[in-house]
């Protein structure tokens, strides 16, 4: 029995022994060289202890909250964004930019949308599956006399 009490109070004594270690008492700064190196380098060891010192540890505060927030610019607000190289689309609809004769969601104008098996080309909803001026693709006609069937100018 003295043993094991013995034991347990050793154990106790390593666990007080390294939390007291793992805790940091204050930050150091810690200067690569000698101190002529860094008088020579111009270094000025005043700044470092007049700045704030931020602790190392992220524990107890998320990176998330320590961003600044990004500023969006919305075409509604600013309808030039649309027209910027590398823009989906030169015109505004809903707070974005799209391309109304080719959009589906937005084809002709803000709002109108093509039916599911239907394609928007030059902003008209239009049966790719069908149409002999737009057969399989936007701008895809079938030569006189075929007709477009599937998708494909004079199928079978």
């Known amino acids: 029995m003295k043993c094991l009490m013995v034991f347990l109070m050793?154990?106790?004594l390593m666990a007080l022994a390294t939390?007291?270690?793992?805790?940091?008492?204050?930050?150091?700064?810690?200067?690569?060289g000698d101190d002529e190196d860094a008088q020579t380098d111009n270094f000025d060891a005043s700044l470092l202890e007049s700045e704030e010192?931020?602790?190392?540890?992220?524990?107890?505060t998320g990176r998330f909250l320590a961003q600044t927030p990004r500023v969006t610019m919305t075409c509604n607000k600013y309808p030039r964004v649309c027209r910027a190289k590398g823009s989906p689309g030169p015109d505004c609809c809903k707070k974005k930019c799209v391309n109304?004769?080719?959009?589906?969601?937005?084809?002709?104008?803000?709002?109108k949308k093509c039916k599911y098996s239907e394609?928007?080309?030059?902003g008209a909803c239009v049966n790719p599956l069908s149409n002999k001026k737009h057969c399989g693709g936007c701008n895809i006609k079938c030569k006189k006399g075929s007709s477009c069937v599937y998708g494909m100018c004079s199928y079978a």
């Not at 939390?19 to 200067?31: C, K, S």
């Not at 109304?100 to 709002?111: A, I, Q």
């Open 10 to 12: 050793l154990v106790m």
């Open 119 to 122: 394609i928007c080309c030059k």
């Open 100 to 111: 109304v004769k080719t959009d589906r969601l937005n084809c002709g104008m803000c709002g």
């Open 19 to 32: 939390a007291l270690l793992a805790t940091p008492t204050e930050e150091e700064v810690f200067i690569d």
């Open 53 to 60: 010192v931020l602790p190392a540890s992220l524990r107890g």
